[in-house]
């Protein structure tokens, strides 16, 4: 059976019980997390784009900030059947991409700003909300300062990690 390919964009989030691949591309300071329950084998993937949705007073898609995303993944997991305790997660990204030379980097350090380290900011905030939904991050790929794709097979639970400076990986 082939299976269907699923691409999460910018912002999105997709959880299913179904034999698909996730893909997330382009992740450069965005983070792609990967929610998996191995034992009833239902998946999700988001491509988180900023940290934290509390000073924003708009409504957003849950999938846009890494503490709404996790809990929408998980809650949308559970009424699919998966038990907290059984999930597991993985990520990839939170590069810093960019530098500004002659900015005022914001960690008070002498040198070009690094972008406001929002990619090190998204990864430190998918890990806070992970440990607050009891969620255990089991592999990660992170920082750096290139871009990534990462594919997710729920039929086997594979992850993997590509980028054109440093090859394919598995998480």
């Known amino acids: ?10 912002a999105e ?24 329950d191995e034992k009833r084998r239902i998946g999700g993937m988001a491509h988180v784009m900023l940290p934290d949705s509390t000073a924003i007073t708009r409504k ?6 890494a503490d709404t995303a996790v809990k929408a993944m ?5 009424k699919l059947g998966s038990r ?29 700003s690094l972008g406001m380290q929002i990619g090190e900011r ?3 905030a998918t890990k806070v909300a992970l440990r607050e939904q009891r969620i255990r991050l089991v ?12 594919r997710f097979d729920i039929s086997n639970g594979r992850v993997t990690v590509s980028s054109i400076k440093h090859g394919r990986k598995e998480l």
């Open 13 to 36: 989030y997709y959880v299913t019980h179904n034999p698909h691949v996730l893909a997330s591309y382009g992740l450069g300071s965005c983070v792609g997390i990967v929610l998996y």
């Open 122 to 124: 998204n990864v430190e």
């Open 60 to 65: 957003s898609s849950p999938g846009k900030f």
């Open 1 to 10: 059976m082939q299976e269907e390919t699923v691409n999460i964009g910018v």
């Open 139 to 150: 592999a990660e790929d992170t920082g750096g300062n290139y871009g990534r794709t990462m």
């Open 74 to 78: 998980v809650e949308e997991m559970e």
């Open 84 to 112: 907290r305790s059984d999930i597991k997660a993985k990520i990839a990204g939170g590069a810093c991409m960019f530098t500004i030379p002659g900015a005022i980097n914001p960690r008070n350090v002498p040198g070009p």
